[in-house]
């Protein structure tokens, strides 16, 4: 975590701890679209979503003081919106993978990367939005994965840190994410890669 994030992390934590006016506000303005994009992309219900949100901004201020500056606020409060959504997905009985998945793979644990351009793959409106219909189809894991990751742009390491799975699995559900959207995108739309 870089000095200058850890610094402003402190910073806005013992304002809210010190309940100086608009400190949580703050922080909830800083962290609402992470909480929205990691709990929306695993309920995909918008009122659920909203609810699930709230509940995870009490818990954060009930629980702040035990934030610990160990790991980048984003990443414990990532992790508090992740547990929530877990937590409701196993009371509703909902899935959070297809399968299981396995083991250390060698090749594709060792490389997100597979050559396939996919803001170039998504040119186009009918694309995006072939792309969009395409994500809701994953399981609630990989598309809070595909999220945290390419539009949060949260490192691995950090995304770790949020799901508490290890790296090396997040890697492989990121491979067959981008697997099974590059089949759909590659065949209907006739987009090569």
């Known amino acids: 975590m870089d000095d200058n994030r850890s610094r402003c992390d402190r910073e806005l934590v013992d304002a809210v701890l010190a309940n100086r006016p608009g400190a949580f506000a703050r922080l909830v303005r800083e962290y609402q679209g992470l909480c929205w994009h990691i709990i929306q992309r695993m309920v995909r219900n918008p009122e659920d979503a909203r609810e699930l949100c709230q509940d995870t901004f009490l818990r954060v201020h009930r629980c702040l003081h035990q934030y610990r500056h160990e790991s980048a606020l984003k990443s414990w409060i990532g992790r508090v ?30 490389n997100i990367g597979d050559g396939f351009d996919l803001e170039a793959a998504c040119a186009n409106q009918e694309t995006v939005r072939k792309l969009h219909a395409a994500i809701e189809t994953l399981p609630p894991l990989q598309r809070t994965l595909l999220t945290l990751y390419y539009l949060e742009e949260t490192p691995i390491p950090e995304m770790a840190r949020i799901t508490g799975l290890a ?5 492989s559900h990121l ?19």
């Open 175 to 193: 491979f067959r994410s981008r697997l099974r959207l590059r089949g759909v995108l590659e065949s209907p739309a006739g987009v090569t890669a």
């Open 81 to 110: 919106a992740y547990t929530i959504a877990l937590r409701h997905l196993q009371h509703k009985r909902i899935p959070l993978i297809e399968g299981t998945v396995e083991g250390d793979d060698g090749g594709l644990l060792g």
């Open 167 to 171: 790296s090396g699995t997040i890697k």
